[in-house]
């Protein structure tokens, strides 16, 4: 099956601890991203890659970090600099160019 | 604030009525998108409606876009209580990035 895996499902981060969310595609997607959705709010974009070994910060960028190695990776690390990191995580994929975007399933992240 | 902002913010109708979510942003587009997302999943892409045109259908939705009045509406009809969701509209803003807004809640209620 074509598609975009995101794990793990939910992800508990301690104080001052950097964690890593994965998101794999095997659609041959060019680009993709990552959102982050607070509860009943709508998606904002924290960096995005349009091509491999290439990436961009979004509007959220702050305490976050990644890393685009391979053509169906693009993995996000949340770092100790975010303080409020607590939020669901979507990751997505869209043909080079084009508009549509395919979303995976999402990471929650919460602190424990 | 976002480029596009939903209105309303949520929406309870009845299975068989129809539901219209409104759409609103502030500057030029080439295209104005809608996405739908049952409780904590993905997105996932519903109709895509371009800066030259002014409808567009897909099974029971209907999408309109005013490029004027800058809105666009998504209408579904015949609502299903599968339809509950949250329903969100996307603009492009270059470089394949997308704005989206704070999304319409929709409950149908068997």
């Known amino acids: 099956d074509g598609g975009i895996t995101q794990s793990p499902k939910y992800l508990f981060r301690k104080e001052g601890q950097n964690v890593t969310l994965s998101c794999e595609q095997n659609?041959?997607?060019?680009?993709m991203y990552w959102y982050r959705q607070d509860p009943g709010q709508g998606l904002r974009l924290i960096y995005y890659s349009q091509i491999v070994n290439d990436f961009q910060k979004g509007d959220i960028a702050e305490g976050y970090s990644v890393s685009r190695e391979k053509k169906e990776s693009f993995p996000l690390t949340v770092t100790s600099a975010q303080k409020n990191p607590t939020a669901f995580y979507l990751c997505a994929s869209s043909i080079g160019g084009k508009e549509t975007q395919y979303f995976g399933p999402g990471t929650r992240l919460l602190v424990l | 604030s976002q480029q596009g902002e939903e209105d309303p913010q949520a929406l309870s109708i009845q299975e068989g009525e129809n539901a219209t979510m409104n759409c609103s942003y502030k500057t030029s587009i080439n295209n104005l998108q809608w996405y739908r997302q049952n409780s904590g999943r993905g997105l996932v892409h519903l109709i895509l409606i371009r800066s030259n045109e002014r409808e567009k259908h897909s099974g029971r939705l209907r999408v309109t876009l005013d490029t004027s009045k800058k809105s666009s509406s998504l209408l579904i009809t015949a609502s299903r209580a599968a339809d509950t969701a949250s329903y969100f509209c996307?603009?492009?803003?270059?470089?394949?990035?997308?704005?989206f807004g704070e999304g319409t809640q929709l409950t149908v209620n068997p």
């Open positions: 996307a603009t492009d803003r270059g470089g394949s990035r997308l704005t």
């Open positions: 659609l041959n997607h060019d680009a």
